[in-house]
């Protein structure tokens, strides 16, 4: 299986601060990029893909990609409790299959 | 609607029976997959289905076979079922293509093994 690795965590942050989120891939092939949010007992849900080096911005969200390090963050600013869960980031491999990585539980502390 | 949808949502079952676990998309893409989460939230890959090929068979025993009658359903039967097979199951699908695309989730099945 294709490796996408993150910070093991658990991660946990003041509500208020930022929660900043890693993830190395090991295809250099691949040029599509998720960030996955799984809250307990639910099934993961998309809330960012990127596919460019650099930023993409949404709303308190920021996602950064750099393909020479094969590396991608997420940002989230302004933490808050709801945004406590585990975060999954996927690779897009050159051969068109998603790969996770083992996720990072947040917690945001209010 | 619910656009990717599997049953049953849990599952308990003893050592050695055999089980199913169903799923349909509505969303009229050409991919499915089966991925297995464990207790470390790991979201593994098991299969991937194109247009009812087979497209990747991760190392998986062989005690777990999908099947997929048409495009919009993909199926995985379990024999012979083993504790360490305890775990969700989840059933996905997308579009292939050279772009972006995101992939679908069900909501997931919870099988657990005694």
């Known amino acids: 299986q294709k490796e996408v690795e993150q910070n093991s965590g658990p991660l946990s942050v003041p509500e208020g601060a930022i929660a900043s989120l890693n993830c190395t891939y090991s295809d250099r092939g691949s040029q599509s990029f998720f960030w996955y949010r799984q809250y307990s007992g639910k099934s993961p849900e998309l809330i960012m893909s990127i596919y460019s080096n650099g930023d993409k911005e949404d709303g308190r969200f920021t996602a950064q990609l750099n393909k020479a390090s094969q590396y991608v963050s997420l940002l989230i600013r302004d933490s808050q409790p709801s945004d406590s869960a585990t975060y999954l980031c996927?690779?897009?491999?050159?051969?068109?299959?998603?790969?996770f990585g083992t996720g990072t539980s947040l917690t945001v502390i209010p | 609607d619910t656009a990717v949808s599997q049953t049953p949502k849990y599952l308990v079952t003893q050592m050695g029976n055999d089980k199913s676990i169903k799923c349909e998309q509505n969303l009229g893409h050409d991919t499915m997959y089966w991925y297995k989460q464990d207790s470390k939230k790991f979201l593994k890959i098991m299969f991937s289905?194109?247009?009812?090929?087979?497209?990747i068979n991760e190392t998986v025993p062989n005690r777990f076979s999908p099947k997929s009658p048409d495009k919009a359903h993909l199926n995985l039967h379990i024999n012979s079922l083993e504790l360490g097979d305890s775990a969700v199951y989840f059933c996905a699908s997308t579009t292939p293509g050279s772009g972006g695309n995101t992939i679908y989730f069900g909501e997931g099945s919870w099988l657990t093994v005694v």
């Open positions: 289905y194109n247009n009812k090929e087979l497209i």
């Open positions: 996927a690779v897009k491999s050159a051969g068109n299959q998603f790969y």
